[in-house]
């Protein structure tokens, strides 16, 4: 998920009475709802391609073991340094931390892009497929929620009903999207059962959450559609082949660390060729902006 909304989920989690606790615990929150997300910034110091190293120890349980130590001793060195008077309790910092970088994690699972949850013991990417990596239903129920929240603590109501609610109601909206994926996929399946496919992604579309891209593919070929709760499914008549047997492929594969981390992440990569030329792309992402014009998501093989 977007920085945004984890955020705004760690407020939203201190209103729900986690602040409670300990003095500092928003702060403790709102760091450890984003420290996950380090590993981007700082894999390049030791070589390794970002896209490789995201989602993956800080975001599996290595992190979700270490990082709370950090947050929790990040504040107190702040309290310390300040000589503040607000009173932290040391081990219920390291608890709402811990919470805080649970929900990053959990968060995550639930997009497309996926999560390694077990990281360091197992390498495997976890994809909850539910909503889009940016989903603004969630941002409304984040907002509002925080906003009743404070106008209860205004006239001296309970605050921490409203935020309570709240992630109940985000909690059953995750439930909702992954028992339409779940249907979506199945569906797709039973479609394309004479084609033997190894796999099929219903993808979450932006803010349309009743409608998912479905991808789909086999050993040798691959193609797409689209689901909608409404009109039901729809398969794109044209297929392609995957191409996974380009030599150029195998050969960038053994010279070029972007490539092997390319498909070290990649969930369903293939090759296509453009302009006489050969990429690899993710089959999630080739219709994106950035597989169109060259970017993350389209590596020259050439």
Not at 179 to 202: Q, S
Request: charged share 20%; with cysteine; proline share 7%.
């Amino acid at each position: 998920m977007d920085n945004f909304t984890h955020t705004l989920t760690g407020v939203l989690l201190g209103r729900a009475g986690l602040k409670r606790l300990s003095g500092r615990a928003t702060a403790a929150l709102v760091i450890a709802s984003n420290l996950p997300d380090i590993d981007s910034f700082i894999a390049p110091l030791w070589g390794e391609p970002p896209l490789q190293a995201h989602r993956g120890f800080t975001h599996g349980i290595g992190g979700m073991v270490v990082l709370p130590f950090f947050t929790a001793a990040m504040i107190l060195l702040w309290e310390r340094l300040r000589k503040g008077k607000i009173p932290v309790r040391p081990w219920a910092l390291l608890l709402v931390a811990a919470i805080g970088g649970l929900f990053h994690s959990l968060f995550d699972w639930l997009t497309t892009y996926g999560t390694r949850l077990l990281e360091p013991f197992s390498h495997r990417w976890f994809y909850g497929d539910a909503w889009f990596i940016v989903d603004p239903w969630i941002w409304i129920a984040l907002i509002v929620g925080l906003e009743l929240s404070w106008r209860a603590e205004r006239k001296g109501g309970d605050w921490d009903d409203p935020a309570i609610v709240t992630l109940i109601g985000i909690c059953a909206y995750a439930a909702l999207n992954i028992g339409i994926t779940d249907r979506m996929e199945a569906a797709a399946k039973n479609r394309l059962a004479a084609l033997h496919p190894t796999m099929v992604v219903a993808n979450p579309e932006p803010l349309l959450f009743w409608r998912r891209e479905i991808q789909w593919r086999n050993g040798e070929i691959h193609g797409s559609g689209t689901y909608d709760l409404l009109s039901g499914l729809r398969f794109d008549p044209e297929v392609a082949p995957n191409r996974l047997d380009d030599p150029r492929l195998a050969a960038a594969a053994r010279s070029n660390p972007e490539v092997r981390a390319f498909l070290y992440w990649s969930r369903m990569p293939i090759v296509v060729q453009r302009d006489g030329k050969a990429y690899l792309t993710d089959q999630r992402f080739s219709g994106r902006p950035g597989a169109r014009r060259g970017g993350p998501f389209l590596i020259s093989l050439s």
